[in-house]
Protein backbone atom coordinates (compact mmCIF):
# COMPACT_ATOMS: atom_id res chain seq x y z
CA UNK A 1 0.00 0.00 0.00
CA UNK A 2 2.74 2.56 0.57
CA UNK A 3 4.29 1.64 -2.90
CA UNK A 4 0.95 2.69 -3.88
CA UNK A 5 0.73 5.61 -2.63
CA UNK A 6 4.35 6.84 -3.88
CA UNK A 7 3.14 5.74 -6.94
CA UNK A 8 -0.50 8.02 -6.64
CA UNK A 9 1.59 11.11 -5.19
CA UNK A 10 4.38 10.87 -7.96
CA UNK A 11 1.28 10.81 -10.54
CA UNK A 12 -0.53 13.67 -9.16
CA UNK A 13 2.14 15.78 -8.83
CA UNK A 14 3.48 15.25 -12.56
CA UNK A 15 0.47 16.09 -13.80
CA UNK A 16 0.57 19.42 -11.50
CA UNK A 17 4.26 19.91 -12.99
CA UNK A 18 3.26 19.57 -16.06
CA UNK A 19 0.04 21.81 -15.66
CA UNK A 20 2.49 24.96 -14.10
CA UNK A 21 5.38 23.95 -17.18
CA UNK A 22 2.42 24.81 -19.54
CA UNK A 23 1.89 28.07 -18.50
CA UNK A 24 4.96 29.53 -19.08
CA UNK A 25 5.55 28.01 -22.78
CA UNK A 26 5.07 29.73 -26.26
CA UNK A 27 1.67 29.69 -27.21
CA UNK A 28 2.84 28.46 -30.80
CA UNK A 29 1.71 24.76 -30.19
CA UNK A 30 -1.92 25.06 -28.24
CA UNK A 31 -3.76 25.18 -32.08
CA UNK A 32 -3.40 21.34 -32.19
CA UNK A 33 -4.88 20.99 -28.83
CA UNK A 34 -7.47 24.26 -28.81
CA UNK A 35 -10.58 23.90 -27.02
CA UNK A 36 -13.21 21.60 -28.92
CA UNK A 37 -10.35 19.07 -30.88
CA UNK A 38 -10.01 15.92 -30.68
CA UNK A 39 -8.31 12.78 -31.16
CA UNK A 40 -7.91 9.32 -31.85
CA UNK A 41 -5.12 6.72 -30.96
CA UNK A 42 -3.48 3.21 -31.07
CA UNK A 43 -1.02 2.40 -28.77
CA UNK A 44 0.96 -1.34 -28.56
CA UNK A 45 3.58 -2.29 -26.21
CA UNK A 46 3.88 -4.32 -22.94
CA UNK A 47 1.85 -4.97 -19.92
CA UNK A 48 3.61 -5.83 -16.90
CA UNK A 49 1.75 -7.35 -14.29
CA UNK A 50 2.70 -7.25 -10.41
CA UNK A 51 1.00 -10.60 -9.14
CA UNK A 52 2.27 -13.11 -6.91
CA UNK A 53 2.86 -16.93 -7.90
CA UNK A 54 1.56 -18.75 -4.71
CA UNK A 55 3.58 -21.53 -4.08
CA UNK A 56 5.82 -21.23 -6.70
CA UNK A 57 5.27 -24.63 -7.49
CA UNK A 58 4.85 -23.90 -11.52
CA UNK A 59 6.81 -21.33 -13.96
CA UNK A 60 5.39 -17.93 -14.61
CA UNK A 61 5.94 -14.83 -16.86
CA UNK A 62 4.36 -11.72 -15.67
CA UNK A 63 4.21 -9.66 -19.33
CA UNK A 64 2.59 -9.75 -22.73
CA UNK A 65 1.64 -7.72 -25.53
CA UNK A 66 -0.79 -4.97 -24.53
CA UNK A 67 -2.65 -2.54 -26.81
CA UNK A 68 -4.73 0.70 -25.74
CA UNK A 69 -7.69 2.00 -28.24
CA UNK A 70 -8.22 5.48 -27.23
CA UNK A 71 -10.18 8.76 -27.99
CA UNK A 72 -10.56 12.13 -26.36
CA UNK A 73 -11.13 15.58 -26.12
CA UNK A 74 -9.96 18.92 -24.97
CA UNK A 75 -11.77 21.59 -23.07
CA UNK A 76 -9.03 23.90 -22.52
CA UNK A 77 -5.65 24.16 -24.52
CA UNK A 78 -3.99 22.23 -21.69
CA UNK A 79 -6.41 20.02 -19.77
CA UNK A 80 -9.26 17.66 -21.31
CA UNK A 81 -10.87 14.29 -21.08
CA UNK A 82 -9.79 10.52 -22.64
CA UNK A 83 -11.77 7.19 -22.70
CA UNK A 84 -10.34 4.12 -23.71
CA UNK A 85 -10.06 0.64 -23.58
CA UNK A 86 -6.62 -1.82 -22.99
CA UNK A 87 -6.44 -5.28 -23.07
CA UNK A 88 -3.57 -6.04 -21.15
CA UNK A 89 -2.93 -9.75 -22.47
CA UNK A 90 -2.89 -13.15 -20.99
CA UNK A 91 -0.06 -14.39 -18.38
CA UNK A 92 0.90 -18.13 -17.79
CA UNK A 93 0.62 -17.97 -13.99
CA UNK A 94 0.26 -21.07 -11.06
CA UNK A 95 -0.10 -23.68 -13.31
CA UNK A 96 -3.16 -21.41 -15.31
CA UNK A 97 -3.53 -18.32 -17.01
CA UNK A 98 -4.37 -15.00 -15.71
CA UNK A 99 -5.94 -12.14 -18.12
CA UNK A 100 -7.02 -8.35 -17.81
CA UNK A 101 -8.89 -5.46 -19.55
CA UNK A 102 -10.40 -2.16 -18.97
CA UNK A 103 -12.41 0.42 -20.05
CA UNK A 104 -10.35 3.72 -18.73
CA UNK A 105 -11.84 7.44 -18.25
CA UNK A 106 -8.61 10.14 -17.35
CA UNK A 107 -8.35 13.78 -17.20
CA UNK A 108 -5.72 14.76 -19.21
CA UNK A 109 -2.90 17.54 -18.31
CA UNK A 110 -0.55 18.48 -21.41
CA UNK A 111 2.39 20.86 -21.30
CA UNK A 112 3.87 22.44 -24.56
CA UNK A 113 7.68 21.87 -24.81
CA UNK A 114 8.09 23.30 -28.78
CA UNK A 115 6.04 23.24 -31.53
CA UNK A 116 5.78 19.95 -32.34
CA UNK A 117 6.97 18.26 -28.82
CA UNK A 118 4.80 18.08 -25.69
CA UNK A 119 4.66 15.91 -22.44
CA UNK A 120 1.30 14.87 -20.65
CA UNK A 121 -0.04 13.33 -17.65
CA UNK A 122 -3.26 11.30 -16.81
CA UNK A 123 -4.98 11.06 -13.48
CA UNK A 124 -8.19 8.79 -13.75
CA UNK A 125 -10.29 5.35 -13.37
CA UNK A 126 -10.42 2.84 -15.11
CA UNK A 127 -13.02 -0.57 -14.92
CA UNK A 128 -11.07 -3.62 -15.04
CA UNK A 129 -12.01 -7.48 -16.04
CA UNK A 130 -10.05 -9.91 -14.49
CA UNK A 131 -10.05 -13.33 -15.24
CA UNK A 132 -7.69 -16.07 -13.07
CA UNK A 133 -7.68 -19.65 -13.83
CA UNK A 134 -4.81 -21.96 -11.51
CA UNK A 135 -4.14 -24.90 -10.01
CA UNK A 136 -5.84 -26.34 -7.01
CA UNK A 137 -3.40 -26.14 -4.37
CA UNK A 138 -1.09 -23.80 -5.98
CA UNK A 139 -2.00 -20.91 -3.73
CA UNK A 140 -3.74 -18.78 -6.03
CA UNK A 141 -6.99 -18.16 -6.00
CA UNK A 142 -9.43 -18.69 -9.47
CA UNK A 143 -12.32 -16.35 -10.36
CA UNK A 144 -13.46 -13.69 -12.55
CA UNK A 145 -13.72 -10.33 -10.70
CA UNK A 146 -14.42 -6.64 -11.96
CA UNK A 147 -14.48 -2.68 -10.42
CA UNK A 148 -13.82 0.32 -10.29
CA UNK A 149 -9.85 1.61 -9.95
CA UNK A 150 -7.10 4.19 -10.08
CA UNK A 151 -5.28 5.10 -13.20
CA UNK A 152 -2.35 7.52 -14.03
CA UNK A 153 0.13 7.55 -16.28
CA UNK A 154 3.06 10.07 -18.30
CA UNK A 155 4.09 10.26 -22.13
CA UNK A 156 5.25 12.61 -24.67
CA UNK A 157 4.17 13.45 -27.85
CA UNK A 158 5.49 14.52 -31.37
CA UNK A 159 3.51 16.33 -33.52
CA UNK A 160 4.62 15.72 -37.40
CA UNK A 161 1.89 17.40 -38.28
CA UNK A 162 -1.04 19.09 -37.18
CA UNK A 163 -3.56 16.28 -37.70
CA UNK A 164 -0.97 13.04 -37.03
CA UNK A 165 1.49 12.46 -33.77
CA UNK A 166 3.35 9.68 -32.24
CA UNK A 167 2.86 9.16 -29.00
CA UNK A 168 5.63 7.18 -25.96
CA UNK A 169 3.79 6.77 -22.39
CA UNK A 170 3.17 4.73 -19.36
CA UNK A 171 0.36 3.79 -17.47
CA UNK A 172 -0.14 2.11 -13.88
CA UNK A 173 -4.19 0.71 -13.43
CA UNK A 174 -5.18 -0.56 -10.07
CA UNK A 175 -7.23 -3.44 -10.56
CA UNK A 176 -9.27 -6.42 -8.39
CA UNK A 177 -8.28 -10.03 -9.12
CA UNK A 178 -9.64 -12.86 -7.77
CA UNK A 179 -8.73 -13.44 -4.04
CA UNK A 180 -5.66 -10.90 -4.59
CA UNK A 181 -7.63 -7.15 -3.63
CA UNK A 182 -6.21 -4.59 -5.94
CA UNK A 183 -3.04 -5.42 -8.31
CA UNK A 184 -0.85 -3.00 -10.18
CA UNK A 185 -0.68 -3.66 -13.80
CA UNK A 186 1.42 -1.44 -16.18
CA UNK A 187 1.50 -0.78 -19.72
CA UNK A 188 4.55 0.63 -21.65
CA UNK A 189 3.46 1.82 -24.95
CA UNK A 190 3.93 3.53 -28.14
CA UNK A 191 1.39 4.61 -30.51
CA UNK A 192 -0.18 6.62 -33.39
CA UNK A 193 -2.45 9.82 -32.50
CA UNK A 194 -4.99 11.34 -35.10
CA UNK A 195 -5.83 14.85 -34.25
CA UNK A 196 -9.25 16.04 -35.76
Request: no cysteine.
Amino acid sequence: MKSFNRSFAAAVLSVAALTAAAGVQAQSNYALYSPGASYVGLNLGSSNYSLGNGSRLFASDDTDTVYNIYTGTFFTPNFGLELGYTNFGKIARAGGDTKAEGFNLSLVGRAPITQSFNLFGKLGTTYGRTDVSAFPGSGVTSGKENGFGVSYGIGAEYSFNPQLSAVLQYDEHRLKFAGDGRDRVNATTVGLRYRF
